[in-house]
């Protein structure tokens, strides 16, 4: 059978190289999932670690609050298999420069084989009284090779119980570097400078946050990585020895609680692309079987066995899963490749890396070529259990009406039984792996029952094509007469519309949750405090914030708005550890405070008290000058909330409140990009006339967190473009094979009258009718398992909201309307060229 096999290969090409493209774009989707996997990983550790990308190892505190100290540095400098060690410290400061002041962050130089700051002018600082600042603050700040910057060292010892006043360190720019692409880096001016300034600035304290290890050449990582836990086991700080991949990926752990719920994702992903990849490999093998029903029934007719005709099809099938498996796999390299390359065009996404992961191209290629057996196998024995003579009739549809359809109704209902349940069951338990499961036997039940309904749908809609004559009416009832043919068509469309809608919508409501969530961490973008003293509007007070200076910082480029908080009161905190220490209570006008807090939850209000997510619980009796009052504290989810009250509350205990404020709170536009951030912050500072210290803000490191969490939604684009790409396709082929099978049908029709116009219109009518049931029912389906796996993913983060992009959900049925009429175009224009006698004589 192995001739029999070549020979099919060779004779009916065009029908293997529908069912080819279909493999090789299956296994191109999975393997562009695979590979997102090692390739955001990638990605990450360049963006996340890209200080320490040069490293074999990275010691870090298993507490972020924790540090090392230089002797932890020479501890690990006597590990055997350690070539270089490099104990990396920052020190925050305030920097003067060009009649500028602004925040940044000075780190001290690393050795030549890690050191991963680049020049785009000048050269690394060497000497001590030297230094190198980014490119984006040289920018900003007019700052050239040769400017001086003065940086504010901490203040001395008192002498004779006068405070020394803050010194200051002279250096001289010797470079300019290269942005960083650390997303937390990127909210301060960064400084390089040699380890003695940095030791300046931190008051002599050996404050390490991180130690990388080079390795020595031939030596062993894993051994060399349990030697430097070892060497460390005694330390009173926790430490964790990783890989440079393991540290990024624990890092973006850092920002979802503990839990690495980019692998989570990203292996749901990974999954779903396989359901989808066997769905479509199957879906189109099945129709090319199908055509061959008489031809194999012929072959058993002039004397070869079923087994012989089960090796022919299976033997096909290895050959074109084979060849179409190795293509796929080499275009979905190439499609990722493509997708990081437009990435990068953008300079903050200069770090997307591809990774090419082995492993991941010989699974996709062994699932490409397994799937296809499996798809051939089943219409091939089902071809086979038939008697030959009966086999050359005409097979009878899916329908309510005989054996098939009944049964795959019953399996549809028993998989919709099984997988709704446990669909919903894990979304509200926020378990991923319930829900996982669950959504995919719910879809496959839906399929299996597509044929009963789909047909339906469309010639209820085919109504609205009634207007166009016979076209229109012919191709309504196509649908309803062949609803194999229908469903088969229809399936590539809802698949691919099905999985497009669901990452926008759980992605739409990915971001938003995790943006609740930092809004929670997070809820003033910028803070600034006055350095003036008591805010009474005198005693030289000039510094406190009054409205007029509150409007002019809400007239700047890229500030929504801003509000003033007066001094009240106090307290005495009575939270553990405090001690009762007494605590001032500021108030504030509640309507101004919902324009500025991020957090639309935990706003204040009247009788109650806005606390830190370590202050106090229950009721607190605020103090002031005209008596007190009893709050009921509510916690905020963040360190950095200072006490808040309205000013209602605050009148009822102080009845010479100050017009003036010795803070200000800022919120920033949504749209501002992280880049502006530290252009904004000295333009307040200007405006309010504060020094830049005085400027601080959660929308730094928040910017940061949003960094981070668009890098993992670059996993849900490449995987959106990928899909989008199939579903067109797959269209294409489908309504391809069912013209095919329709030759003579449609010769008939050219017979009896039917212009080539009309057939024309009749393919292109019937194509959106199909595309239009398929697109409505994908985007309904798509929106319910999108929202239903951003909760089970992240429900444990807290609410997940429904945020579907609905501009977005539009276009894709536009698309997959118009996709399905272009799709139509060729077979159309086949079709309509055939003479009806060629037609007819077609077997």
């Not at 502006?676 to 504060?690: C, Y």
């Amino acid at each position: 059978m192995l001739r029999v096999a070549l020979s099919q290969l060779r004779t009916h090409g065009r029908r293997f190289i529908a069912v080819g493209l279909a493999i090789m774009l299956a296994v191109a989707f999975l393997v562009s999932t695979l590979l997102v996997s090692s390739s955001t990983k990638a990605s990450l550790a360049a963006s996340l670690g890209e200080s320490y990308h040069r490293a074999g190892l990275v010691v870090s505190p298993v507490k972020s609050t924790e540090n090392f100290t230089a002797q932890d540095v020479r501890t690990l400098a006597k590990v055997p298999g350690v070539q270089t060690v490099y104990g990396q410290a920052n020190a925050m400061t305030v920097v003067e420069g060009n009649n500028a002041s602004f925040m940044g962050m000075v780190q001290n130089s690393a050795p030549a084989e890690l050191e991963s700051a680049r020049t785009r002018s000048g050269h690394l600082p060497g000497a001590t009284g030297e230094v190198a600042v980014d490119a984006s603050t040289a920018e900003q700040f007019r700052l050239s090779v040769g400017s001086v910057l003065k940086l504010q060292a901490p203040s001395g010892p008192e002498e004779n119980g006068t405070p020394a006043k803050p010194g200051k360190i002279e250096l001289k720019i010797s470079g300019i570097l290269e942005p960083s692409s650390d997303p937390l880096r990127g909210s301060f001016a960064q400084l390089l400078a040699p380890a003695s300034v940095v030791s300046q600035l931190s008051a002599g304290e050996d404050r390490v946050a991180m130690i990388q290890l080079k390795l020595a050449p031939g030596a062993d990582l894993g051994q060399v990585k349990q030697a430097a836990a070892k060497a460390l086991e005694s330390n009173p700080v926790a430490a964790a020895v990783r890989t440079p991949e393991e540290a990024a990926v624990a890092q973006v752990q850092t920002f979802t609680d503990g839990q690495d719920q980019l692998t989570i994702v990203l292996l749901a992903f990974a999954v779903i692309a396989l359901f989808v990849s066997a769905l479509v490999v199957s879906n189109t093998f099945s129709v090319i079987i199908a055509q061959r029903t008489r031809e194999l029934a012929l072959l058993r007719c002039i004397g070869a066995t079923r087994s012989q005709i089960r090796s022919s099809v299976l033997l096909e099938a290895a050959i074109v899963g084979l060849v179409s498996s190795v293509v796929g796999a080499l275009v979905g390299i190439g499609v990722l490749a493509g997708l990081i390359a437009l990435a990068k065009t953008d300079p903050t996404r200069s770090f997307a890396t591809l990774a090419v992961d082995p492993v991941a191209l010989v699974a996709g290629v062994l699932i490409g070529v397994i799937m296809t057996f499996i798809a051939a196998l089943v219409p091939a024995r089902a071809a086979t259990r038939v008697a030959p003579l009966a086999a050359l009739r005409p097979l009878d549809d899916a329908s309510l009406s005989n054996r098939r359809g009944r049964v795959r109704l019953v399996i549809g209902f028993v998989l919709m039984l099984i997988g709704l349940p446990m669909l919903l069951g894990g979304a509200w338990l926020n378990s991923l792996p319930v829900a996982l499961p669950g959504g995919l036997l719910t879809f496959l039940g839906i399929l299996f029952c597509a044929g009963l309904f789909i047909p339906g749908a469309v010639r209820g809609l085919g109504r609205l094509a009634h207007p166009s004559g016979v076209p229109g009416r012919l191709a309504a009832l196509n649908a309803v007469r062949n609803p194999a043919r229908t469903s088969a068509t229809a399936s590539a469309l809802l698949i691919g519309v099905t999985l497009v809608t669901m990452m926008m919508v759980g992605a739409g409501s990915a971001k938003a949750a995790l943006g609740q969530g930092l809004a929670e961490r997070y809820p003033v973008d910028i803070s600034v405090s006055s350095p003036a003293g008591p805010a009474d509007g005198q005693s030289g007070s000039s510094k406190a914030f009054t409205a007029a200076s509150a409007q002019s910082v809400s007239g700047l480029k890229g500030v929504a708005a801003s509000a003033i908080l007066v001094k009240a009161g106090s307290f005495a905190d009575t939270a553990e550890g405090a001690n009762g220490s007494e605590m001032t209570v500021y108030a504030v006008d509640p309507s101004a405070a919902r324009t500025v807090l991020n957090d639309q939850n935990r706003q204040p209000q009247n009788g109650t008290l806005l606390v830190s997510r370590t202050g106090p619980k229950g009721p607190v009796t605020v103090n002031g000058p005209r008596g007190k009052i009893v709050l009921e504290a509510v916690r905020t989810k963040t360190d950095e909330m200072i006490p808040v009250m309205t000013l209602d509350d605050a009148r009822t205990i102080n009845n010479s409140l100050p017009s003036a404020g010795e803070q200000l709170w800022v919120k920033l536009n949504a749209d501002v990009a992280a880049s502006d951030i530290r252009g904004i912050v000295n333009s307040i500072a200007t405006t309010l006339d504060v020094p830049a210290a005085f400027v601080s803000g959660a929308v730094m490191e928040r910017a940061a967190f949003e960094e981070v969490i668009n890098v993992m939604l670059l996993v849900v684009t490449a995987l959106l473009a990928v899909a989008v790409f199939i579903a067109l396709i797959g269209v294409a082929n489908t309504l391809s094979l069912s013209v095919l099978e329709r030759t003579r049908e449609n010769s008939l029709l050219r017979a009896l009258g039917l212009t080539r116009r009309q057939l024309r219109l009749m393919l292109a009518l019937e194509a959106v009718l199909i595309a239009g049931v398929s697109a409505l029912l994908g985007v309904v389906l798509g929106s319910a398992f999108g929202w239903l796996g951003a909760k089970s993913a992240l429900g444990v983060m807290g609410p997940v909201p429904f945020d579907a992009p609905w501009l977005g959900i539009a276009g894709v049925l536009l698309v997959a309307v118009v996709a399905a009429l272009l799709a139509s175009i060729v077979p159309a224009r086949r079709a309509a060229r055939l003479s009806p006698v060629e037609g007819l004589a077609v077997s």
